[in-house]
T-cell receptor, first 112, second 115 residues
Framework: ELKVEQNPLFLSMQEGKNYTIYCNYSTTSDRLYWYRQDPGKSLESLFVLLSNGAVKQEGRLMASLDTKARLSTLHITAAVHDLSATYFCAVDANNAGNMLTFGGGTRLMVKP | DAGVTQSPTHLIKTRGQQVTLRCSPKSGHDTVSWYQQALGQGPQFIFQYYEEEERQRGNFPDRFSGHQFPNYSSELNVNALLLGDSALYLC??????????????FGPGTRLTVL
């Protein structure tokens, strides 16, 4: 059974600081997705990572995938309050685009 | 271009009742997946529909069933509701393509409360 683990589960950081969220998964896959969820809202797609070594950046967020280590990272650069949300990684274990297994989420709070 | 829509937004039911949730996929998408998200947890995959058939199913009991219509919209039915079924139910749509990463786009969700 595929397991997806994120850490930390909760992250409180000051504006302007950098930090990394880690996503480990237990089975071979080269398709990993990052989503953002604001309180009471749905999931917003952030990144789609489809191969080993994939790196994508959008604004202050950068995601990478190491399929050999079964690890993805979401790096936050110079955090701002608007980045406060819960971030989920999800793995497509079948590489078939049908079943996503999500991590437990990282709740990020950026304080002024 | 309308994104994924779901109805109703909120729903309150009592134990033992049955509920039907509805989802319309993003324009151009042909695949619908359903997820259950309990408070404070990540979404859990219920099942996926493609070409009006259930293509993949997660670890959910038979009380959870679904349907996909020719226009690609979908319904999720839950029978004999339990308190533990209280959750946010998310519908996600995608376009089935072989050999490509399939990005799933999520709807706003239906908040189900079982009393």
């Amino acid at each position: 059974e595929l397991k997806v683990e994120q850490n930390p589960l909760f992250l409180s950081m000051q504006e302007g600081k950098n930090y990394t969220i880690y996503c480990n998964y237990s089975t071979t896959s080269d398709r990993l997705y990052w989503y953002r969820q604001d309180p009471g809202k749905s999931l917003e797609s952030l990144f789609v990572l489809l191969s080993n070594g994939a790196v994508k950046q959008e604004g202050r967020l950068m995601a990478s995938l190491d399929t050999k280590a079964r690890l993805s990272t979401l790096h936050i650069t110079a955090a701002v309050h608007d980045l406060s949300a819960t971030y989920f990684c999800a793995v497509d274990a079948n590489n078939a685009g049908n079943m996503l297994t999500f991590g437990g989420g990282t709740r990020l709070m950026v304080k002024p | 271009d309308a994104g994924v829509t779901q109805s109703p937004t909120h729903l309150i039911k009592t134990r033992g009742q049955q509920v039907t949730l509805r989802c319309s996929p993003k324009s151009g998408h042909d695949t619908v997946s359903w997820y259950q998200q309990a408070l404070g947890q990540g979404p859990q995959f219920i099942f996926q529909y493609y070409e009006e058939e259930e293509r993949q199913r997660g670890n959910f009991p038979d009380r959870f069933s679904g349907h996909q219509f020719p226009n690609y919209s979908s319904e999720l039915n839950v029978n004999a509701l339990l308190l533990g079924d209280s959750a946010l139910y998310l519908c996600a749509s995608s376009l089935a393509r072989r050999g490509h990463g399939v990005e799933q786009f999520f709807g706003p969700g239906t908040r189900l409360t079982v009393l």
